[in-house]
């Protein structure tokens, strides 16, 4: 079995390889920073590792990865790899914010209908987005980042319904983590209002859940009681309680 992962040198993505990599799988680990995922592959010496050097968020090298590893029988497409920006919409940079959009957006889509091309033709494979359980609400300080979750979310959701009603075999699951303890909050410029999962259980969750078939899958007892009773609010009170917990998380 084999599974590529985007945003593999650090997170969340660094810890799926190592989790797959105990499980026997073979890994191509895409990343920026090519001196990480280097290290990452000395350290997963019992499975078959490739390194790939790229930035997801150039559409071209999203079609030029696809085209290198189209041939490998790709048993996993995980779409890692995304950042966040905080601050308040009309102070944050706008060449950030759509180079945001472009790896957290464009670069899933891409990847993900190039792929899932492959999958329903051999009927088989799985695709695992990272959203995050901002995908669920708006994000009031954190606005472009919310909405890139919410797009993959609802991109996933959609196209886990077209595979179910042609009875096809391949899997598409999208993971909805709350705060996790990666270098996101550094990148985004926020610390976390509460105490974040760590990154090992949130892997484990994920690629558990991915395996299984499951659709959305969200980590821990406490972000899936949170967004249970999100469903007994209105759309102006989750923004007031988004907004005061964003600015607590700049304010920290």
């Known amino acids: 079995m084999k599974a590529l992962i ?17 499980m026997g ?3 191509i680990l895409v990343a920026r920073r090519e001196d990480r995922i280097r290290d990452l592959k000395e350290e997963l010496d019992t499975v078959n590792v490739q390194c790939i050097v790229l930035d997801v968020g150039r559409a071209e090298d999203c079609y030029a990865l696809y085209e290198r590893v189209k041939d490998e029988k790709i048993d996993m497409l995980i779409n ?7 601050g308040e919409f009309i102070k944050t940079n706008l060449d950030t914010e759509l180079n945001m959009i472009d790896v957290n957006i464009r670069a899933v889509h891409i990847l993900t209908k190039l792929f899932l091309r ?3 033709e051999r009927d088989s ?5 990272v959203a995050s359980s901002a995908g669920f609400m708006s994000g009031p300080l954190l606005s472009t980042y919310y909405a890139t979750k919410n797009y993959v979310l609802r991109l996933s959701e959609a196209i886990y319904e077209e595979l179910r009603r042609k009875g096809s075999h391949v899997k598409i699951s999208v993971l909805c983590p709350g705060p996790v303890n990666t270098e996101f909050n550094r990148v985004a410029k926020v610390k976390f209002a509460v105490d974040g999962i760590s990154s090992e259980m949130c892997a484990r969750t994920a690629i558990d859940g991915a395996l299984k078939g499951k659709l959305i899958i969200i980590p821990g007892a406490m972000m899936k009681t949170g967004l249970f009773f999100r469903k007994f609010l209105s759309e102006k009170g989750l923004l007031k309680i988004a907004y005061g917990f964003q600015r607590r998380k700049n304010e920290r």
């Open 25 to 27: 799988w073979d890994l």
């Open 6 to 22: 985007t945003g593999a040198s650090s997170g969340i993505g660094r810890d799926m390889a190592r989790y797959l990599a105990k």
């Open 125 to 129: 494979g799985i695709i695992l987005n």
């Open 80 to 86: 890692n790899a995304g950042f966040g920006l905080a």
């Open 118 to 120: 492959d999958f329903t």
